[in-house]
Structures are given as C-alpha cells and as structure tokens.
Nanobody, 122 residues
Framework: QMQLVESGGGLVQAGGSLRLSCAAS????????MGWFRQAPGKEREFVGA???????YYSDSVKGRFTISRDNAKNTVYLQMNLLKPEDTAVYYC????????????????WGQGTQVTVSA
C-alpha cells in the first residue's frame, strides 16, 4: 500500500496559478502510473491527468494546455502545476496510484490521499 498526502491547494483568482504536491510513502512512485482527479460538490470524481512510470503524461481535454504533471523520484512526489485557472476548476483534488484498468477511470486507482481544496474566484 502507498500513503499519499496532497498539499498546495488554496484560493486563487481566475487566471492565476497553483502547484499541487502529492507526497508518497510506502511505495516508490516511479514504479507506478500516478493520477490526479478532482471532485466538485455534487459531481462525480473526474480524471485530470496522470504520469506513467516512463514519464508519459495523460490529460483530460478540459485541462490540456493549462495543467502539467511532473514527478520528482528522489522526493517520491508527484506535482500538478495548474495555470490559467478557471472558476470551473474549483474542486477537491486527489492523487492516487493506478492498480489496473483505464487510466481515465477512478475505479482503476487506489491509495487515495485526503485531497486538497482548490477554489478559483471569478
């Protein structure tokens, strides 16, 4: 099992930037595909992006070109750089480890962190 702790959320104006961190322990992130998801009030958890063990990245259409996922293997940490934020990006953001299945589906992931709140004001 992997323990994940997200941080870096906060309140930002539209057009601003935030960088989220996902610190892992218990397992090495470089051995897995790590994903970011988000969940807004009253909505299902949705895929944001992911980074594979070989560095390949995947993004949802809604964040492509604005968000960037990276990782620091030495720190066992995954990052989500969010630029040009929009009010519709407001949500709790989670990271998780893929255990099987489609990279775009939350059910394919486990070891969810507690999440970090991102609020974008208009």
């Amino acid at each position: 099992q992997m323990q994940l702790v997200e941080s870096g959320g906060g309140l930002v104006q539209a057009g601003g930037s935030l960088r989220l961190s996902c610190a892992a322990s218990g397992r090495t992130i470089s051995d897995y595909l790590m994903g970011w998801f988000r969940q807004a009030p009253g909505k299902e958890r949705e895929f944001v992006g992911a980074i594979n063990w070989n560095g390949n990245t995947y993004y949802s259409d809604s964040v492509k070109g604005r968000f960037t996922i990276s990782r620091d293997n030495a720190k066992n940490t995954v990052y989500l750089q969010m630029n040009l934020l929009k009010p519709e990006d407001t949500a709790v953001y989670y990271c998780a480890r893929r255990v099987g299945g489609s990279v775009y589906v939350a059910d394919s992931f486990a070891d969810w962190g507690q999440g970090t709140q991102v609020t974008v004001s208009a």
